[in-house]
């Protein structure tokens, strides 16, 4: 009876042991997350180099229009600094914009691009954003200089992840306007210019303000980009987005596709 009494109480000491080793195995899976922060006044200057091709339906066109061009941004993000409300303006701007057409090379006037101030929280999402709506060109979805600002903040990032996890987050850009679902892939962590960043990998789906309507176009995104763990600042980015016009009976029977590439690097 001793004997197996004490067979019994050794197999329950194998069992819990295993059981025990395997949390500790799962407390020890490191996590990564980013610190968003900027120094006052800090100014991030960012290169932004960019293609549009296939067709796409305009405000001013019932008919698809052709295009087929290239196009380089600078933009500029100056930070002020934290007020008594607890939030800190972000101030987007262009510096410089040309656009390549038939291998013509076009400067476009920085008036083109009104500056878009955002008000971001201590978790660095937008409360609130003034001159959105002076921007030009805002009836035109898809990835343009309005909605910029959402891929250079990792959503959800400033939580303790592991690598491979996948968290999803819906970003109201401005707020209590078009919303920005995102799927978030970590996938790694690397060094951009010696400074170690979250690798992640995302996909974007554009729901307009009022939701889907027949005519509405599918917007879709996918990126890869760095995030640098100490700051949370955007180090690159390459962004595909692609545009489809579907309901289109009136002028079409196939499908209007858009499609636009981006390149983003941080240039000081």
Known sequence: ???????????????????????????????????????????????????????????????????????????????????????????????????????????????????ITIMLDKRWQAVNVFGYDSVP???????????????????????PRKIGDKWNTDIKFPPKADLYNFTTVLKSIEKVSDIYSLLVNQEVKWIPKGGIKPETPNVTAKSESYFAIDSGKLLKSHIECEVIYTNLSDVSTDPVKTKIALDISLSK
Do not use: C, W
Request: avoid cysteine.
């Open 1 to 115: 009876m001793n004997r197996i009494l004490f067979i019994a109480m050794l197999m329950i000491m194998v069992v819990a042991s295993a059981i025990f080793a395997e949390e500790a195995d799962v407390e020890s899976v490191p996590k990564y997350q980013v610190i968003n922060k900027a120094n006052d006044y800090e100014v991030r200057v960012y290169d932004v180099k960019g293609s549009i091709n296939g067709k796409m339906i305009t405000p001013e066109e019932k008919n698809p229009v052709d295009v087929d061009f290239k196009f380089s941004y600078k933009i500029k993000h100056a930070f002020e600094k934290f007020g008594p409300d607890r939030l800190i303006p972000l101030n987007v701007s262009m510096i410089e914009a040309d656009y390549l057409i038939d291998g013509q090379k076009v400067a476009i006037s920085t008036s083109e691009f009104p500056k």
């Open 137 to 159: 060109y805002k009836g035109i979805p898809g990835i343009n200089y309005r909605s910029f600002p959402i891929f250079f903040i990792l959503h959800g990032g400033d939580e």
